[in-house]
C-alpha cells in the first residue's frame, strides 16, 4: 500500500529538493498541504499535481 501523506522530509526528499525550498512553495500556494493535530503534511495527490504542472509548463528541448 502506497502512503497517502508525506511529512515534511519525506517530501522534500520524494520531490528531491531541500526543506527551505518546500516552505516556500507551500507559503506560496504552489504546493497544499495540511495539518493533522500539530504536524504538517502533504498528499501524495498534491505532490504528484505539482511534479506534473512543473513537467507540462517546461518546454520541449531537441
Keep these: 500500500m502506497e ?3 508525506f511529512s515534511i522530509r519525506e517530501a522534500t526528499v520524494y520531490l528531491g529538493i531541500n526543506r527551505a525550498t518546500l516552505y516556500r512553495l507551500m507559503n506560496s ?3 497544499e498541504s495540511f ?7 502533504l498528499a501524495r495527490s498534491a ?3 505539482f511534479i506534473q504542472q512543473q513537467t507540462d509548463s517546461e518546454p520541449l528541448r531537441g
Design 35 to 41: 495539518h493533522v493535530g500539530r504536524r504538517r503534511l
Design 47 to 49: 505532490l504528484d499535481r
Design 3 to 5: 502512503k497517502a501523506a
Design 29 to 31: 500556494g504552489a504546493l
